[in-house]
């Protein structure tokens, strides 16, 4: 967005290209803050104070350069010790690297062998293979520790790497109650490097797709009071 007419939009009472402004102006202060603070903390090593909150979760109390902060942010991280990958290690440094150019609906395996045949891709940084990852910055960091690696089987690495629990909160009900079927779509259950992920927003979409659908063209429906107000949905792609 053009930033050098927000005083016309605000005359204007232009709300969605101000909006634009705005969330420009914040991207880019974000972004060279933590510009800054990688450049200020270059081969420091420093600490994240952390807290509790009420639920009992854990927070970092600083944004910037931190493991819960923006992708930019993530990408900076390095931990101070490093260890010399195994098999093991490369595995899971390969599965991450898919992960973040946007594989994390495939299976493991189908992760592992696309990372290897697009190895020469991924440690050719100047390509810009990474510019089309989903989360370019992340994919960046790994491309690099695979680079690496690659250059000297002996690297060591001291790269995070970030793992996400499918809709936690989601997954501690299925446990406490022993939900098998909730587990299976939080993927709970035991499984092999074949399966694919479940995925619980998609069957929880295509549920109500279905009942949406039922609302619009079954002719032996028993409308509800709010069911005229739910079959509005179906005009949503």
Known sequence: ???????????????????????????????????MAAFLLKDKTFYHPLFLDWRGRIYTESNLLS??????????LLFKDGVVLNNEGIKNLKLYAANC??????????????????????????SNFWLNADEP????????????????????????????ATCNGLQHLAAMV??????????????????????????????????IKDLMYNPNHEFKKDDYDYSKLANIN
Request: net charge negative.
């Open 137 to 164: 910055f992340l994919f960046l960091a790994a491309a690099i520790e695979l680079k690496n690696f690659n250059k000297d089987p002996n690297y060591l690495s001291r790269l995070p790497i970030f793992i996400d």
């Open 178 to 211: 022993k939900d098998v079927n909730l587990g299976k779509f939080v993927n709970l259950l035991k499984s092999n490097s074949k399966d694919v992920p479940q995925d619980i927003y998609g069957e929880m979409a295509t549920k109500l797709q279905d009942s």
């Open 67 to 76: 493991y819960q902060s923006n992708e930019l942010s993530k990408a900076f």
């Open 101 to 126: 150019y946007g594989l994390g609906k495939e299976s493991i395996d189908n992760k592992e062998k696309w990372a290897d045949l697009n190895m020469d891709k991924i440690i050719d940084i100047e």
């Open 1 to 35: 967005p053009n930033t050098d007419i927000l005083s016309e939009l605000w005359k204007k009472n232009n709300s969605i290209e101000m909006t634009q402004v705005y969330q420009h102006n914040s991207l880019r202060y974000i972004t060279m803050t933590n510009l």
